[in-house]
């Protein structure tokens, strides 16, 4: 397990260590190894370079589950750029509240998916609002020569739990809220799942689900730590995607309970294994029951690995390969290696027993803050914990188990 705390830093040391290690596949087999990943988030770099991205400029972007997602994000990366992934799910009014949110300076689209033209939406976003401008990212970045890049100072870079990544909340209960997170904590999250769900260089994971998410993004940071590959779908089709999964020889069948009942159904349906070398489902949500985990388990003879987070702090408890099965089928794990949990009474005392609590946390992958200031102080109590709104309880084997959503709780992460 490498042991970066930048995403940059971790791409030299996995180049190092596994340079010609497969990275990502996807469904029309087009592959990257780390090496080739490297050279091409650095091409990525300098071509957003020469089209005036510099470190600090906030870049959002709204792109599928490509390949060309994963070498974007490493490129701002190595730009020292602040980037915001918005799902391809958002339309006009929404992109234009994100993106005047973070104060983008430079929106990265494709020009035309599933149907819908982003292009157009963009470029009347980009009308409407002239200090916004657009790039164009369909099968290709912009390219340069690495050679124009500045060097990095990594040792200052690291001392520093600097703004890189803004994701913003489903907001089911209001306005969407713009999280902001560093580096550090989604490396402590990525940390928690490789270290919990054992992931090693031969595992090759379901990255089924949107890439823009907070839990899309941990897997390239998962994969940098453990060698991991990484199979992109980039819209889900049971049939098509299933069997794209098989011939890539899935390990870590992901993410969530629509896809788990997806590959069960699946299954069912015919005599053979559709995935002889899978040796886990990954990802649970509010829809886990325990009915399809017992189903995995039966059809598959492998567990449902997940957790549980939210966009403040993603990955807060996580399964562990060692849990029973009513661990695994009942509770949504235990905390984290630095995870802080406590659960209050309505009276605010700190409950000591199996008892419901309101749950707070402090943690490593906990975000720096919201975009709206005015909402962060709320959104912590005086010794620093993160007030989740969620409801729940601890078990005597230290699992936790979220019995009710609260009304501040926003989406929650599953290792999508």
């Known amino acids: 397990m490498l042991h970066g705390r930048t995403l940059w830093k971790l791409m ?129 970045l912009p390219q340069g020569d690495p050679a124009v890049l500045e060097p990095l100072d990594e040792d200052s870079v690291e001392d520093l739990p600097d703004p890189s990544w803004i994701f913003f909340t489903e907001g089911t209960e209001g306005q969407s809220k713009g999280v902001i997170h560093s580096d550090r904590s989604l490396i402590a999250a990525a940390r928690a799942v490789s270290l919990r769900f054992g992931l090693i260089g031969r595992d090759r994971n379901a990255l089924v689900g ?55 159904d699946a299954q069912k349906s015919v005599l053979h294994p559709i995935f002889g070398d899978v040796r886990a489902f990954i990802g649970s949500d509010s829809n886990k029951s325990a009915e399809l985990v017992e189903e995995v388990r039966a059809l598959f003879d492998v567990p449902v690995l997940g957790g549980y987070g939210l966009v403040e702090a993603p990955m807060l408890t996580v399964a562990d390969l060692s849990d029973s099965p009513s661990e695994l089928a009942c509770t949504d794990g235990k905390p984290a290696t630095g995870v802080e949990v406590r659960l209050f009474r309505s009276d605010n005392t700190i409950v000591a027993d199996d008892s419901e609590g309101e749950l707070r946390v402090r943690a490593p992958q906990m975000m720096l803050g919201y975009v709206d200031s005015t909402h962060t102080a709320a959104a912590f109590d005086s010794d620093g914990f993160l007030r989740t709104g969620d409801v729940g309880c601890m078990d005597d084997r230290g699992n936790l188990r979220i019995t009710g959503r609260g009304v501040q709780a926003e989406i929650k992460s599953s290792l999508t």
């Open 12 to 140: 030299e040391q996995r180049v190092n260590a596994t340079p010609d290690a497969l990275m990502m596949v996807d469904e029309d087999m087009r592959t990257l190894t780390f090496a080739e990943f490297w050279a091409e988030a650095e091409r990525a770099a300098a071509g957003l370079h020469s089209a005036g991205v510099r470190a600090g400029h906030v870049v959002s972007w709204q792109l599928p589950t490509w390949i060309e997602s994963l070498v974007l994000a490493a490129a701002l990366s190595r730009l020292g750029a602040i980037q915001n992934p918005i799902s391809p799910a958002c339309r006009d009014s929404e992109l234009a509240y994100m993106t005047s949110q973070v104060q983008a300076q430079v929106l990265v689209v494709p020009s035309m998916w599933k149907g819908f033209d982003y292009e157009q939406m963009a470029t009347e976003l980009a009308q409407t609002d002239g200090s916004l401008r657009l790039l164009i990212a369909h099968g290709a």
């Open 210 to 264: 949107e890439i823009s998410q907070i839990s899309g993004m941990l897997w390239l940071f998962a994969s940098l730590l453990s060698g991991c590959s990484n199979i992109l779908v980039d819209s889900f089709h049971p049939q098509e995607s299933i069997e794209v999964l098989s011939r890539e020889n899935v390990t870590l069948a992901g993410s969530g309970s629509e896809f788990h009942q997806a590959y069960v």
